[in-house]
């Protein structure tokens, strides 16, 4: 296991780069109802992935590379913010090259977890995203996702990005808890 403090392998720094897009800005509607991505920004900085941290450990060995320590990770809109972020990359053979955005597995972000993303905000004792489903998973009690006003807590959240749908436990210490506010007419 090594420490890096100013030098990281090249396949790591472009791992690194790619980790970003597993939370890609959302798609919205357009003036006439057409969907717009927000990724298609014309701004080339808007793309660059920042992450920092105090510390940063990659083990080749096992393909992950951890960063602890007030870990802050943005791309364009999107933000986490975790205690620490470990990030698994799937092996892969010299003849076999894949992009780095094809070998980031998963990544698991612990204590203290915050998502930022489109009008969301994710909070979490951990999240755990999975690269190839395109599931997040916020697990822990009182684990919670606030859009405007509307908010849903339980102890374990799957949110399923392709196409919105989630589910949610509220396990052993509660139920699970949701605040609506309906546009127009509710429950009267």
Known sequence: MKIFNFRCPASLVLTILFCMLLFPPLTTQGEAGT????AQSADPEAKKIHISADRLISNSADNNAEFIGNVIARQGETQITADSIKIFISGKSEAEPASPAQSLEKLVATGNVEIKFDNRLAVA????YITAQRMLILNGPGAMITSG???ITGETITFYRD????TVEGGPSGRVKAVILPEES???
């Open 125 to 128: 004792r951990q999240a755990v």
């Open 163 to 166: 196409d919105g749908r989630f």
């Open 35 to 38: 969907e717009t991505k927000l």
């Open 186 to 188: 509710g429950l009267e």
């Open 149 to 151: 006003d509307n908010t």
